[in-house]
């Protein structure tokens, strides 16, 4: 059995040792054979120095020149490179990879022949005090919505996983990753598997750390991008992939039009803010409860707001680009966050 692992990555000293070290530390079936494609978008932070260091202790270790620098060609290069194997895994240079995830996730796969993907459970590791609050706010349905990958506890089908294992005939079926999706490329490779009659596995068992960003800023392009490049998804499969995406840009849309009720009377203004305050209430109270000694509520009250009006004033921008303007994606938001 041959396996591959891809991981695209561009700059990420701090966490891509840890990366491969869990990867060559996993479970493995029987007389597999694994290879591990690090696909680095042209580094200058000693990302890939690292990656060359490392090679002397793992032979099946390989740096792939990724001279596009974006996530999707990065897939792509790493799959092309390793050739037809049996296994694809794709993880990401923040992920670290519980012990039995490559294993586990072939067993499900081989178990059930409608499952074409598996993916396990985030298990979010912060690097300063304002990524502890983010990993926070990240880790509740309230942040994230219902049915999140990020905050599921149960193994079941979902839309989406993250660190996805394919057998690969998936790939022969419906085709590689689209390149032109900067962000969401894996959202939309998951939605065409449940179009072709495939299903995608939680699998509760399963866990990866992931480091959150540590800053507000990384995280509102982040946020921004997400909802940008949804509507891009959505354009292209014309369907709207899950109704979750929804509520952040109803909320942004119904927060401008608040605020035009400003000019038409009291009352006017007064009836328009109750699901204003009915949000705020909801945000306090699940703020609250996910507060603990290290971390306070009015911090995670502020991510929530982060993460639900950035991914909604993205979604809308992607609405006036894509749909309303018929654009095509801005530069801008091909610059990933960091």
């Known amino acids: 059995m041959k396996i591959s692992v891809v991981v695209p990555c561009r700059n990420e000293s701090k966490y891509i040792a840890e990366c491969i070290d869990a990867i060559f530390t996993c479970e493995l079936p029987n007389n597999a054979e694994l290879n591990v494609f690090i696909v680095d978008g042209m580094s200058d932070d000693g990302t890939r120095q690292i990656v060359l260091d490392l090679k002397e202790n793992y032979p099946f270790l390989h740096l792939i020149d990724n001279t596009n620098l974006l996530t999707p060609f990065a897939f792509n290069l790493g799959i092309f490179a390793g050739g037809k194997v049996d296994y694809v895994q794709i993880v990401g240079a923040r992920h670290i990879l519980s012990n039995n995830y490559v294993l586990k996730s ?149 927060i401008f039009l608040w605020l035009i009720s400003l000019f038409g009377g009291k009352f006017i203004f007064m009836i328009s803010s109750i699901p204003l305050i009915g949000y705020l209430f909801l945000n306090f109270y699940f703020s609250l409860n996910a507060q603990d000694q290290k971390v306070k509520w009015f911090e995670i009250f502020k991510t929530y707001l982060i993460l639900h009006c950035f991914y909604g004033m993205g979604y809308l921008k992607g609405v006036l680009d894509f749909f309303l303007l018929n654009k095509t994606p801005s530069n801008k938001q091909k610059r990933l966050s960091r």
């Open 106 to 254: 072939i067993q499900m796969i081989e178990s059930d022949p409608s499952i074409w993907c598996v993916g396990g459970k985030i298990i979010n590791e912060f690097i300063n005090d304002t990524g502890q609050v983010i990993s926070k706010a990240m880790s509740t349905s309230f942040g994230m919505g219902l049915g999140n990958f990020r905050t599921l506890n149960k193994s079941g089908f979902t839309d989406t996983v993250t660190s996805p294992m394919y057998p690969y005939w998936v790939f022969d079926k419906i085709g590689f990753f689209d390149e032109e999706l900067i962000r969401n490329q894996d959202d939309d490779f998951n939605y065409r598997i449940k179009q072709a009659g495939g299903k995608i596995f939680f699998d509760n068992e399963l866990s990866l750390k992931y480091y959150v960003r540590g800053s507000y800023k990384g995280l509102s392009r982040q946020f921004f991008q997400y909802g940008y490049w949804k509507v891009f998804v959505n354009k292209k499969h014309k369907a709207v992939t899950t109704l979750r995406q929804l509520a952040p840009p109803f909320f942004v849309l119904y």
